[in-house]
């Protein structure tokens, strides 16, 4: 019988899963992994998975950067929100406020950190929640943002149009998406499930809608020049052949934001990271953990 070497990383991480929002009768949960040194880092990191709003899990994450996060100090907290169609983007925004709240007030004895600090971390579409979460918030203990190939606006065109790369994909029968909208709210999607709802979306142009059916309410979850100007410190990568999320909206972002660090990536798909294989993955995680020990540095 063969050793799953993952599995047993992830035993040692000693990580733990509590229930941090109950909604519509769907428990909304947080797993936590601690740091592995001896010392924490005083900053932990808080993780929204992506998904296009309506698939994935908080647990998707590849074991290799969780570990590299762990080894350089850092606990991660990885959180659910509720998936679109279900649930709407006002519903996921606060249920996900409420997980910082939860955070704030019982994480640091919870999981006994050293400190209530932490940073918001993305990759997809999970990026794009932490920029409306961070635009939103006024607190101190937030102390950075980072976006893996994400968004911080719904207004770009591309997301409104038939996509070009998506409709090379077969078509996905409107018949068949009916089968896949759950009667109640969820929080796990898997993509092997949940992709044909994304794909039939971008290839018809009707993402959007899948998450906010009053289209008048785009303007309020697009983050405005003045608000990306006002943000905490941001960590920006993406890939310069990113196929579904347009490489110049990081390119805007880095413009815009006063205090960032851009950290492109050449030529490779959107969730270049997925690829453990290729080193584009390990050598972004390294250049992120050099700007979350340049936070801390600076806030000491």
């Known amino acids: 019988m063969k050793r799953n070497p993952a599995k047993g990383m992830m035993k040692r991480m000693n990580a733990s899963t509590e229930t941090y929002f109950v909604y519509e009768g769907l428990p909304l949960q947080a797993t936590f ?11 932990t990191i808080l993780y929204l998975h992506g998904g296009g709003l309506v698939f994935g899990d908080r647990n998707d994450l590849p074991d290799m950067y969780k570990k590299m996060l762990s080894d350089a100090g850092y606990a991660l907290l990885a959180i659910d929100y509720p998936l ?21 007030e019982e994480g640091k004895k919870l999981f006994n950190l050293g400190s209530a600090d932490y940073v918001l971390f993305g990759r997809s ?10 635009a939103r918030s006024n607190e101190s203990h937030l102390k950075g943002l980072a976006s893996f190939y994400g968004y911080y606006s719904l207004d770009d065109p591309s997301f409104h149009q038939p996509s070009t790369y998506y409709n090379t994909f ?12 759950q ?21 018809t142009g009707k993402w959007v809608p899948q998450f906010l059916e009053d289209k008048s309410k785009i303007a309020a979850f697009s983050l405005t020049a003045a608000e990306l100007q006002s ?13 579904d999320v ?3 909206l990081t390119q805007q972002a880095a413009q815009l934001i006063p205090r960032n660090v851009l950290h492109p990536v050449l030529g490779m798909p959107h969730d270049f990271d997925a690829d453990l ?24």
């Open 246 to 248: 347009p490489y110049q």
């Open 84 to 104: 679109a169609p279900e649930a709407q983007l006002p519903e996921m925004m606060l249920c996900l406020q409420q997980a910082l709240v939860w955070f704030r």
């Open 183 to 203: 009667k109640q709210p969820l929080a796990v999607g898997a993509v092997t499930e949940r992709f044909p709802l994304y794909l039939h979306a971008r290839q």
């Open 33 to 43: 992994y601690p740091a592995a040194t001896e010392l924490p880092k005083p900053l």
């Open 125 to 134: 579409a999970g990026a794009y929640l932490a920029f409306q979460l961070a």
């Open 231 to 243: 943000l905490p410190p941001v960590f920006l990568t993406a890939s310069t052949a990113d196929q």
């Open 277 to 300: 294989k290729k080193s584009a993955g390990r050598r972004t995680y390294e250049q992120f953990i050099h700007w979350l020990d340049g936070l801390i540095k600076k806030s000491s």
């Open 170 to 181: 077969p078509k996905v029968p409107t018949g068949y998406l009916k089968q896949l909208i």
